[in-house]
């Protein structure tokens, strides 16, 4: 027996390693990299081939088809496209004035409306969710919409035409609401009235540099939304000395493009039409009206990192 105890007892200096369940070997890291690197080239991919055919000449286009490497590149959809000059550059001042004021009051409105119904306080919070609650799955249409734009606040052929109806959400406010109450703590605001703090300036002074990071994304979504909209301008802008915004001149670009190469025979000008880059003007349309947006999101992206820790254990 004491000889089998002696045989069975570690040996002196050997300490015995705990294995590690969530530790990755370096073949499998080498895996998950190369799997995640090619999901996110696939993402980025397409932005890149619309950036090429952009680059392409129109002739090599339709012999050769979409390709990676044109035998021929050319600007010239570019240059057709930058030859209205001044109007451009106008279009595309409106767009970014329309876009950072837009934001700016969506967010005003939004975290002000969100934060009223995340307070238990509110005697009214449940009637004011079931009416932007509401608002989600009937609306008044388009018909009351530009009623009240034209007729009634007489906004029609203005800036504020292009604003006031994308400033409100009832998703975001959702969103929001729920942020403040899964991220903001009652005590913080307690502790906020305790040493005097109103409500407006609990709300500007701890509940809004707290919630940087839901502030952030409905910010961004917010952004995409004005940047992209041409439907509010095809409504409410009747008045060709208005400078449209970007979007919307960018697609009157295309309807007269191909209404020259359309009606090229009732012209007489069929050279004119043959040497139109219609697609590849096109493809650059979508790199204009893109490229600002993707330019911006990197600074978005650290509120994005920082919402994804919130809440977290952090040792």
Known sequence: MTQLSTQAAPQPGKVKKKRDYNAITPVWNVIFNIIIGLFSFSCVFPFLFVIIISLTDEQTLVQEGFSLFPSQFSIAAYDYIFRSGSELISSFGVTLLVTVLGTLLSLVL???????????????????????????????????????????????NTIWSLIFPLSMSAFFIIVMRTFFQTTVPDEIIESAKIDGAGEFLTFV????????????????FSSLG???????????????????????????????????????????????????PTETVRMA??????????????????????GLTVGSVKG
């Open 110 to 156: 939004v975290t002000s409306y969100a934060y009223a119904l995340s307070r238990r306080s509110f005697e009214f919070r449940g009637f004011f969710s079931f009416l932007a609650f509401f608002t989600m799955l009937f609306s008044g249409g388009m018909v009351p919409g530009y009623i009240v734009m034209t007729q009634f606040l007489h906004l029609q």
């Open 285 to 306: 349309m979508v790199v204009l009206a893109t490229a600002p947006i993707v330019l911006a999101y990197p600074f978005f992206q650290r509120y994005f990192v920082q």
């Open 226 to 276: 004005y940047w992209n909209d041409w439907f509010n301008a095809l409504l409410y802008y009747n008045n060709p000395q208005k400078t449209p915004p970007l979007q919307f001149m960018l697609m009157q670009i295309e309807k007269n493009m191909d209404f020259l190469t359309k009606n090229a025979q009732n012209i007489g000008s069929f050279d004119m039409a043959a040497s139109l």
């Open 205 to 220: 002074k701890i509940v809004l540099p707290v919630s940087l990071p839901g502030i952030a994304t409905i910010g961004l």
